[in-house]
Nanobody, 122 residues
Framework: QVQLVESGGGLVQPGGSLRLSCAAS????????MGWYRQAPGEQRELVAV???????TYSESGKGRFNISRDNAKKTVYLQMNSLKPEDTAVYYC????????????????WGQGTQVTVSS
């Protein structure tokens, strides 16, 4: 099937930066969209940023101006550059991929990574 593996999380001071990566692998024909979501303790999972196969992007209001999502199609990898981090950004960040599989007929499915912890604290 498909695996999404996140990396790049860690501990950073307020105002600092982190770059998250998510690599997709498996029987992938194409990727319709990839995105980042986050979930803080006791909170609902929320969208951070999404990029479609056409390159269009969507950001949460809190991420606009601070976060940037990008992709490397050849590597089947999506990145989230996070700048000017705040304690409120502390959460587990999950990669999400809307993937078209190599099955016949083609099958589209949504996959989640296991998450990577981002902690913003001084």
């Amino acid at each position: 099937q498909v695996q999404l593996v996140e990396s790049g999380g860690g501990l950073v001071q307020p105002g600092g930066s982190l770059r998250l990566s998510c690599a997709a692998s498996g029987n992938i024909s194409s990727i319709k969209a990839m995105g980042w979501y986050r979930q803080a303790p006791g909170e609902q999972r929320e969208l951070v940023a999404v990029i479609t196969n056409s390159g269009s992007t969507t950001y949460s209001e809190s991420g606009k101006g601070r976060f940037n999502i990008s992709r490397d199609n050849a590597k089947k990898t999506v990145y989230l550059q996070m700048n000017s981090l705040k304690p409120e950004d502390t959460a587990v960040y999950y990669c999400n991929g809307r993937v078209i599989l190599t099955t016949t007929p083609p099958y589209e499915h949504n996959y989640w990574g296991q998450g990577t912890q981002v902690t913003v604290s001084s």
